[in-house]
């Protein structure tokens, strides 16, 4: 790859990194005051963010797999790292088939979504049959009983920024 291109998927990074920092201080802004719309919004917008980065780093084309494994290589970054995982975004990015496959294989009356509730540590586990929750207090996402900590994926992203700033220009 050439090194033009190397330094435009740098950028691209620093920039979704800067995004998804944006948006978990809106996130915890929503402590102080809570407003549940700034909540889900700030967690899509961190989300993606951290999914436009794993696309660049592990890409899905074959034609693209040598660009990931070489971005990879240039920024130190774990083939497992938490980032490599794009679960959650999905989740988030096909919620309308999430819902679909679920009256299709449950039906059932219970149907609990965008819950925001700092109690999920002490009452246990989300039920399956809540689908998004967030716990402020742990910084943990769950749908359907996955859960992902935000604060891990933000300092994922953080580590694999700091090491994009070792190529930015004097």
Known sequence: METLAEMVFIGEIVQQ???????SERLRATNDHFDELEVWSSIQSILAAAANVSKILWP???LSTERGMRLRRLLNVDDDNLLADRKFRNHFEHYDERIEDWFIKHGSAVYRDSIVNSFGSIWGNNPPNDHRA????????TFRGESVDLAALLNALEEIRHECLRFALP
Do not use: E, G
């Open 60 to 62: 899905s084309r074959k």
């Open 17 to 23: 990194a800067k995004i998804a920092k944006l948006a």
């Open 134 to 141: 967030y716990n402020p207090v742990t910084q943990t996402l």
